[in-house]
């Protein structure tokens, strides 16, 4: 079985900085992309950033220049760098990784699937 396993999420003032990481664990071969969205009450989900395994970025205009995303591929683990918070950043975090290829000692076979973490709320207040 594979898990991503945020922390790093909390409350902070307008204009300071948190980081969020999350930890791919599990019997893991391989990790493609990773990275984060968000999602605010009474609002969609939408994507933060994300970062391919060779290391290629993309970030949602609204956290360009402010929010630095990064990866160990050593360690299956993602960071978001979030610098500059605003009180609209305030939202429930999620990792993600669009494909995690993984095999147990009694499989034959690995396993791919895509895979969510369980949230880290991010409150910014003003």
């Known amino acids: 079985q594979v898990q991503l396993v945020e922390s790093g999420g909390g409350l902070v003032q307008a204009g300071e900085s948190l980081r969020l990481s999350c930890a791919a664990v599990?019997?893991?071969?391989?990790?493609?992309?990773m990275g984060w969205y968000r999602q605010a009450p009474g609002k969609q989900r939408e994507l933060v950033a994300s970062?391919?395994?060779?290391?290629?970025?993309n970030y949602a205009d609204s956290v360009k220049g402010r929010f630095t995303i990064s990866r160990d591929n050593a360690k299956n683990t993602v960071y978001l760098q979030m610098n500059s918070l605003k009180p609209e950043d305030t939202a429930v975090y999620y990792c993600?990784?669009?494909?995690?290829?993984?095999?147990?000692?009694?499989?034959?076979?690995?396993?791919?699937?895509?895979?969510w973490g369980q949230g880290t709320q991010v409150t910014v207040s003003s």
């Open positions: 599990g019997s893991i071969f391989s990790v493609n992309a």
């Open positions: 993600y990784s669009d494909q995690i290829t993984w095999m147990s000692e009694s499989d034959t076979e690995p396993h791919e699937s895509d895979y």
């Open positions: 970062i391919t395994s060779g290391g290629t970025s």
